[in-house]
T-cell receptor, first 113, second 118 residues
Framework: GAGVSQTPSNKVTEKGKYVELRCDPISGHTALYWYRQSLGQGPEFLIYFQGTGAADDSGLPNDRFFAVRPEGSVSTLKIQRTERGDSAVYLC???????????FGPGTRLTVL | AQKITQTQPGMFVQEKEAVTLDCTYDTSDQSYGLFWYKQPSSGEMIFLIYQGSYDEQNATEGRYSLNFQKARKSANLVISASQLGDSAMYFCAMREVLFQGGSEKLVFGKGTKLTVNP
């Protein structure tokens, strides 16, 4: 079956602009996670959704970052007033439940000039 | 706080030989899960193998096995009969099991870059 998909695969923007990153999880997966991977590092947790609600947003670095999952499927990560330090690969993962293995998408590489 | 340590920034192995990638972890929880993921140059994180803290036997998945030593808090990945396609970054990760609810986010190490030589 289809895996986790993320769009766009690459996004280049200018400092101060607004960006949206989209994640389409595996069909039927209720749990959805966003991670951020900086160069040379492992992924770092940003936010977790169970269904439509954000059950844990403790990893969001500041209030410029926000994510939604209005219908319990597709999720959008939104970044306002982007900064050069936001440049990274943003990974989305989904699982059938909170306790199950997380399966990752290919990521969106964000570059802030 | 949970922590994952991968002390080998890079490893080299000859094709068809076995290789061990090290991972140590730190947690005060009794119940947790350990994962290994492979990340090729394409960027996607590919799940390889899982070990639960209460599993008595080491996990195996094809050519991958996990050498789990709970007392030493280590969860090394063993790849047997290495193939050229195994060249990639490998990440060890831990999941805290929260019975009271909340997320079960993964905490990752910094990774090991494996190069398989022909």
């Amino acid at each position: 079956g289809a895996g986790v998909s993320q769009t766009p695969s690459n996004k280049v923007t200018e400092k101060g602009k607004y960006v949206e990153l989209r994640c389409d999880p595996i069909s039927g997966h209720t749990a959805l996670y966003w991670y951020r991977q900086s160069l040379g590092q492992g992924p770092e947790f940003l936010i977790y959704f169970q269904g439509t609600g954000a059950a844990d947003d403790s990893g969001l670095p500041n209030d410029r970052f926000f994510a939604v999952r209005p219908e319990g499927s597709v999720s959008t990560l939104k970044i306002q007033r982007t900064e050069r330090g936001d440049s990274a690969v943003y990974l989305c993962a989904s699982s059938t439940s909170r306790a199950d293995t997380q399966y990752f998408g290919p990521g969106t590489r964000l570059t802030v000039l | 706080a949970q922590k994952i340590t991968q002390t080998q920034p890079g490893m080299f192995v000859q094709e068809k030989e076995a290789v061990t990638l090290d991972c140590t972890y730190d947690t005060s929880d009794q119940s947790y899960g350990l994962f290994w993921y492979k990340q090729p140059s394409s960027g996607e994180m590919i799940f390889l193998i899982y070990q639960g803290s209460y599993d008595e036997q080491n996990a195996t998945e094809g050519r991958y096995s996990l050498n789990f030593q709970k007392a030493r808090k280590s969860a090394n990945l063993v790849i047997s009969a290495s193939q050229l396609g195994d060249s990639a970054m490998y990440f060890c990760a831990m999941r805290e099991v929260l019975f009271q609810g909340g997320s079960e986010k993964l905490v990752f190490g910094k990774g090991t870059k494996l190069t398989v030589n022909p």
